[in-house]
C-alpha cells in the first residue's frame, strides 16, 4: 500500500513512515522539502498520485487563530487533490476533546478539520490523541521564566508518541470507519504536577509554582484533555517515559 503523508517528516509522520515502511508499505512525505505545501496545494496532487491513503498529521505553523485559516486551506487543498488523485482513505491524527474547548483557537481549528474531513463526503477517519508525553517538556518551557515554571493544574491523560504511532498505523492501513477514535496514556495528572515529575528524574535548577493562568491549558477549565469513554489507553506511563526516553 502507498500512503501519502502530510507532514511527515515531524515528530509523528517520520516514525509513521518508518512503520509504514517496515511492514511492507510505500510510505511518502508530503512536505515543502519534497515540493509539496498543504497550504498552498502546491505539488500535493503530484505528490498523492498512487496512494490508496492520505493522512494528514501535520501542525499549524502557529497555536494562535491564524490556525484556523491554515486548517481551512489545508483541508480544501488535501480533499480536492486526494480526490483528483484517486485516494480511497483520508485520516486525520487530532487531539482528544479538541471540540469541547472552543475557547483555545489551537484546539478549536482541530475540532474544525475534523468536521470539514466529515463532511467532504470523501471516505474518512480521524483519530483523536491526548497530549504528547514529548510534549510536556515543551510546554514547561513556555512558561519558565526565571528559574520557575508556572503552570496550572490542568488535568491532562498524557499518552507516549509511539503508542500512538502504532495506532494510527492499524487505522491508516484498516478501512475508512466515518468516525472518531480515541487513545490516551494509562494515567491521567495535572499539569503542574507532570512538570514536578520530569524535574524530579531530570532535574535541572527550576522548580515548579502552581498558577492557575499560566499558559496555553489555563484556558480549559476541566478534563475535557483526558480519556473520553470507550478510548484506547496506551501502555507507556509517563515515569516510563521519562526513564527511557526522554529527552527524545
Known amino acids: 500500500m502507498k500512503v ?20 511492507g508499505h510505500q510510505g511518502v512525505a508530503l512536505v515543502r522539502s519534497t515540493g509539496v505545501d498543504v497550504a ?15 493522512v494528514d498529521v501535520s501542525t499549524p505553523p502557529a497555536y494562535d487563530e ?3 485559516g491554515f486548517q481551512e486551506q489545508a483541508m480544501r487543498n488535501m480533499v480536492e487533490a486526494g480526490r483528483a488523485a484517486g485516494v480511497g482513505h483520508f485520516v486525520v491524527l487530532s487531539i482528544v476533546g479538541c471540540d469541547e474547548v472552543p475557547q483555545v483557537p489551537y484546539y478549536a481549528a482541530k475540532a474544525y478539520q475534523e468536521q470539514a474531513l466529515a463532511d467532504s463526503g470523501v471516505p474518512w477517519s480521524v483519530l483523536r490523541a491526548t497530549q504528547f508525553h514529548e510534549f510536556i517538556p515543551e510546554v514547561m518551557d513556555w512558561t519558565t521564566e526565571r528559574g520557575v515554571v508556572r503552570l496550572p493544574p490542568t488535568p491532562l491523560q498524557p499518552v507516549a508518541v509511539t503508542d500512538v504511532v502504532n495506532l494510527l498505523v492499524e487505522v491508516v492501513l484498516g478501512p475508512p470507519t466515518r468516525d472518531r477514535a480515541a487513545l490516551a496514556g494509562p494515567e491521567s495528572f495535572a499539569l503542574d504536577d507532570l512538570a514536578r515529575h520530569v524535574l524530579a528524574l531530570h532535574p535541572d535548577g527550576r522548580a515548579v509554582v502552581t498558577d492557575e493562568n499560566a499558559g496555553l491549558f489555563a484556558a ?8 473520553p469513554r470507550g478510548a484506547t489507553i496506551g501502555p507507556t506511563t509517563f515515569d516510563q517515559w521519562l526513564r527511557d526516553s526522554w529527552p527524545a
Do not use: D
Request: hydrophobic share 35%.
Open 4 to 23: 501519502g503523508v502530510i507532514g511527515g517528516t515531524g515528530r509523528i509522520g517520520s516514525r509513521l513512515i518508518a512503520h509504514l515502511q517496515a511492514a
Open 40 to 54: 498552498t496545494g502546491e505539488g500535493l496532487r503530484e505528490g498523492l498520485e498512487g496512494c490508496e491513503v492520505c
Open 66 to 68: 491564524s490556525a484556523r
Open 220 to 227: 480549559v477549565p476541566g478534563r475535557e484533555l483526558t480519556a
